[in-house]
């Protein structure tokens, strides 16, 4: 549903409102992040990629429409464009 590439207007757009988290790498890194927790999720998205996101943003969002409250975690590179996505249950 959302590809590498994807344009981060275009998330904003299909969620119809703006992140519940949103962090700019800072220059001393993500680790420098004053909640760590934000810092282990994007380790894991540089792992799979194999390169450090500009930008996260973090949705909260029921994905089956009802049901399944989640987080949704997308990871941008220098231009806003996706480079991975995630989701984890709000109660993990």
Known sequence: MYPQGTARADV????????????????????????????????????????????????VAYPDGVFSLCNVWFYYDENDRVLDTEWQYHSD
Do not use: C, T
């Open 12 to 59: 904003i757009a299909r969620f119809k409102a703006e992140p519940k988290i949103s962090e700019l790498r800072p220059a001393a890194g993500w680790v420098a992040l004053p909640k760590p927790y934000l810092a282990e999720r994007v380790a894991g998205a540089e792992q799979r990629v194999g390169r450090s996101p500009a930008r996260l943003d973090v949705y």
